[in-house]
């Protein structure tokens, strides 16, 4: 299981210090983009890299609150179905309680922005992953 580590700052907080909710699916995307790269997917060095996939589909269940100060840990887990490369994240804060769960889905497009195939090294990447159950 892919873990990302997110400490939040104040600056993603509202006036009460609690995440505003636009927030949660920019970690979400934080936490997806450190998985592609811990499995070679995506290289800082060639911005490129990370062109292939566009947002199809979101999906945010928003729990508990979290905080300002607050050291989450997002959990990454990912499956091929067809076209669509989904993503589910599940998102723990204070006393290790989940606090969101989320899923994405995305689906590849060539230059022509038409839909085009997953890759070979995404799908053989995907294969390998355990989808330990639906989080959402």
């Known amino acids: 299981m892919f873990i990302h580590r997110h400490k939040v700052q104040f600056y993603e907080t509202d006036l009460m210090g609690i995440v505003h909710h ?19 997917l995506i290289d ?9 996939f566009a947002v199809y589909e979101t999906q945010v269940k928003h729990l508990k609150p979290t905080f300002f100060g607050d050291d989450l840990e ?12 989904i993503f589910q994240y599940r998102m723990r804060g204070r006393g290790n309680s989940t606090c969101s769960v989320a899923q994405t889905v995305h689906v590849a497009l060539g230059k022509d922005l038409k839909l085009m195939r997953l890759p070979a090294e995404i799908k053989a990447a995907v294969e390998k992953e355990s989808w330990t159950e639906t989080w959402l």
């Open 22 to 40: 636009s927030n949660y699916l920019r970690f979400y995307e934080e936490a997806r983009v450190a998985w592609a790269i811990g499995k070679g």
């Open 44 to 52: 800082y060095q060639k911005p490129e890299s990370a062109s292939y």
């Open 74 to 85: 997002i959990e990454v887990q990912a499956r091929v179905e067809g076209t669509r490369l």
